[in-house]
């Protein structure tokens, strides 16, 4: 079976918002990036403990699940240079507090890939030191009974297949999160000069799935950025991909994660908009978005729970 979630920062800031707009498309749970509670905004594993508290409860007024934690650990913005501490701190306080809330999926990568100024790959990667890391972050939450799922995104573990191969071999049970839109936006190490494609990336990452997040795009050159789409409207093959998923009878969530009107990484399409203007923007885009998907599934046979 098929549950449908979505990453619920992408449709509003506010705790409030994000609900409303599971409610409205029907879902009962968030896969929880980012929040705002009371005049206060960040990642659900940082965010003070009185104010993670009152999130607790107010999920639970609303009756509304944590799916899984969108975390913070070894992401895009994070060096492989900086010090262990810093994501042993934030494992220390992702832990209990997924435990509180009943989620069993925590977002990770392996750290952004070191580049030289000019925006080029160095040579030198860490691949040592990022694997004894990942084998510890897994571990960590393994023994606490959770499960990792390391994103192909902008980070060394997602640079290719190949380096999809490398790190699921050198982690052995890490599972992974595949998202369908990143491809379409990142550098293929194993055929340079190309972005990557996203059924042979699929493909690579299918053996250790244990979740998956949809987004698409297109790559236009002349900006040299993704413009990002509705599902199935873009280069990420998501159609054919949720074919797969059905045909082989993936069992688990799918989470959206649009990206058409905001973009947490770069130029978002809707940065000339007023806040009132953005803000409806994000809500009425994310709504579209997962009502999108709902239809592709359910005209693709799917099974959804």
């Known amino acids: 079976m098929i549950k449908l979630t979505g990453i619920a920062d992408e449709a509003g800031a506010s705790l409030d918002v994000q609900i409303q707009a599971h409610q409205e498309l029907g879902w009962d749970s968030i896969e929880c990036r980012a929040v705002e509670f009371d005049g206060v905004k960040g990642n659900l594993h940082e965010i003070p403990d009185a104010l993670f508290d009152k999130v607790v409860a107010h999920l639970a007024?609303?009756?509304?699940k944590i799916s899984g934690f969108g975390s913070l650990i070894g992401n895009w913005a994070k060096k492989i240079t900086d010090d262990f501490s810093i994501t042993e701190a934030e494992i220390s306080?992702?832990?209990?507090?997924?435990q509180k809330l009943g989620a069993k999926l925590i977002r990770v990568m392996s750290y952004a890939v070191?580049?030289?100024?000019?925006?080029?790959?160095?040579?030198?990667?860490?691949?040592?030191?990022r694997i004894k890391r990942m084998q510890e972050i897994n571990k960590r939450f393994a023994d606490a009974g959770l499960t990792v799922v390391h994103e192909n995104c902008m980070n060394w573990g997602g640079m290719s297949p190949t380096y999809v191969q490398r790190m699921a071999e050198a982690v052995p049970g890490m599972k992974w999160v595949f998202d369908?839109?990143?491809?379409?936006?990142?550098?293929?190490?194993?055929?340079?000069?190309?972005?990557?494609?996203?059924?042979?990336?699929?493909?690579?990452?299918k053996p250790f799935m244990a979740h998956v997040h949809v987004k698409d795009g297109i790559w236009d050159t002349a900006k040299n950025d993704a413009v990002y789409t509705y599902p199935g409207e873009g280069e990420g093959q998501t159609e054919r991909i949720m074919k797969d998923l059905v045909e082989t009878g993936y069992n688990g969530y799918i989470s959206i994660e649009p990206h058409v009107a905001v973009v947490f990484h770069g130029a978002g399409a809707a940065d000339d908009l007023s806040p009132e203007q953005k803000a409806k923007e994000q809500y009425d885009s994310y709504i579209k978005y997962g009502r999108q998907l709902e239809a592709m599934l359910k005209k693709l046979g799917a099974n959804l729970g």
């Open 114 to 129: 070191c580049k030289d100024d000019s925006g080029k790959d160095l040579e030198e990667q860490f691949a040592p030191e």
């Open 180 to 205: 369908t839109g990143n491809p379409v936006f990142i550098d293929d190490r194993d055929r340079p000069g190309h972005k990557q494609d996203a059924w042979a990336m699929y493909q690579a990452i």
């Open 93 to 98: 306080r992702a832990i209990p507090r997924m």
């Open 61 to 64: 007024e609303k009756n509304m």
